[in-house]
């Protein structure tokens, strides 16, 4: 092994056993490189011009200014949230959290008292998760959510930083560094029901007990990052709940694992790891159910991936790598299920995060250029491509649509219909006026198509509900549409 391989993986061992995160450490890369008259910094600003760079868009206002830093991101409703550091947000204090409307950026509230890690959306409301021991002007143990218009805590919270949170058979998943929840032992990761905390069996274990990412997969609950058993099982990296018992996935991986997401049906796994399932795979890997695979030839030595997400009906990676199956690409690149592409020239330092949202790609992260263009933090790609039209696939959508229910007013069956353009991850929820969630229709990940569902007018518990508006929205990857609707008994 290289010694800059070896010091590199040293370093990141000492780190995280003294509580600082890849995060943290690039703040203090930043810095350093600023005070050293710009010998690294000013070197990786100057990448080279790429015709794609038109794509790359700061979007002005969307830029995030001061010190500020990207972990997480996600879409609330209709806007971009971004958590982190951000010191301050297009003009103001934002208190680590803060989200855009398409013109303009506004605090949560009076946000959160310390970074946070972690977003996801449980019933109408955005959750956050991190550092923070205060939301508002209430106490909130590194968990808490926000309404709109005020945050709260979940109970008593958990134990300590929260590094991943998703959503799961109807509760929230909470995963971080050895935390327990509401005094239960829970051990690195817990189910929030909306009133109470649970464990997930005996949770995770092992020398390292840190859960760093949660994704959904074929009906089960994936949790990845740093622990050797789960549940009692011995695993390396990863495990599947399927709501009952832990376990395997194969031999699993060899190193730190940073983010999950799902793509052309498999498991995505991106972090620290050069195999997996005894594959060497550089850094990213696919879980088909069954066994493990490469994506093309992974990230160049020492190029780990902490971000992915899907987009242009293509798995989008970011992290600190600059190859990508051999493809000059800073930090950010796509793969199409054969090969992998560069995002312009991409960024001049590490992307942490990526979501969609209206239609583009978001990066955030530790950088300060994008495409060669000034974007501190956060960067917008708005690059699409082209809708394939062949003979052979004639039933395929030329767009991406939600359409309005029919019949409308209804009593008490409705049907509403929506297309694909390319396969992605879909979630179809019904919502009350105040925001509540009152059934989960989809939620799955679905190929190219047209479909069609019916709600009968009853909520999740198969309970009638009353007459009156409801909302229907329909996420997924990268797009997010809501329509309303009249039941009338």
């Not at 350093?32 to 015709?51: I, K, M, N, V, Y």
């Not at 949790?223 to 699993?252: C, E, K, N, Q, Y």
């Not at 009968?456 to 997010?480: I, K, P, W």
Request: proline content about 2%; some cysteine.
């Amino acid at each position: 092994m290289k010694r800059a391989s070896f010091l590199t993986i040293v370093l990141a061992f000492l780190l995280s056993q003294v509580g600082l995160t890849q995060r943290a450490a690039s703040e203090t890369r930043l810095s350093l490189a600023a005070e050293q008259s710009g010998s690294r910094f000013h070197a990786e600003s100057a990448t080279a011009a790429d015709p794609d760079d038109i794509y790359w868009d700061n979007g002005s206002s969307l830029t995030l200014g001061g010190t500020s830093g990207v972990n997480t991101l996600t879409v609330y409703g209709s806007n971009l949230i971004a958590g982190g550091i951000l010191v301050s947000t297009g003009g103001f204090t934002a208190n680590p959290i803060a989200a855009w409307d398409g013109s303009s950026w506004s605090g949560l509230g009076s946000g959160v008292n310390h970074w946070v890690f972690a977003l996801t959306v449980y019933n109408g409301q955005l959750c956050a998760g991190g550092l923070f021991t205060s939301a508002g002007s209430v106490a909130a143990n590194y968990i808490a959510s926000w309404s709109g218009t005020a945050w709260s805590a979940l109970g008593s919270g958990v134990s300590g930083k929260v590094e991943a949170l998703t959503v799961y058979d109807g509760k929230v998943i909470a995963g971080g560094d050895s935390i327990n929840a509401g005094g239960l032992i829970s051990v690195g990761v817990a189910a929030w029901d909306g009133s109470a905390w649970s464990p997930l069996g005996s949770g995770i274990g092992g020398f390292f007990r840190r859960v760093r990412a949660l994704a959904v997969y074929d009906g089960k609950l994936y949790a990845a990052g740093d622990f050797s058993i789960a549940g009692g099982v011995a695993v390396d990296r990863i495990a599947a709940w399927d709501g009952t018992s832990w376990s395997a996935l194969g031999s699993g991986v060899s190193s730190l694992v940073n983010e999950l997401t799902v793509y052309d049906g498999k498991l995505i796994a991106g972090g620290f790891f050069p195999t997996a399932g005894g594959v060497a795979v550089n850094y990213i890997a696919a879980w088909d159910g069954t066994s493990w695979s490469a994506l093309g030839s992974g990230m160049n030595e020492d190029g780990f991936v902490h971000a992915l997400t899907v987009y242009d009906g293509k798995l989008i990676a970011g992290g600190n790598f600059t190859t990508a199956g051999g493809v000059a690409a800073n930090r950010i690149a796509a793969w199409d299920g054969t090969t992998w592409s560069a995002l312009g020239s991409g960024m001049n330092d590490w992307v942490f995060a990526l979501t969609a949202h209206d239609n583009k790609l978001i990066a955030g992260g530790w950088f300060t250029t994008a495409g060669g263009k000034s974007s501190p933090n956060l960067a917008m790609w708005t690059k699409v491509s082209p809708v394939d039209v062949s003979e052979d696939q004639t039933a395929r959508p030329t767009h991406w649509a939600l359409l309005q229910n029919a019949p409308n007013p209804f009593n008490p069956t409705t049907t509403i219909e929506y297309s694909l353009t390319s396969p992605s991850r879909v979630a179809l929820d019904i919502f009350n006026i105040m925001g509540q969630r009152v059934r989960v229709l989809v939620q799955d990940t679905k190929p190219a198509g047209m479909y069609r569902v019916d709600w009968n007018g009853t909520d999740q518990e198969g309970q009638a509900v009353a007459s009156g508006v409801y909302v229907y929205r329909l996420q997924t990857d990268g797009h997010v549409e809501t329509r309303r609707m009249l039941l009338l008994k």
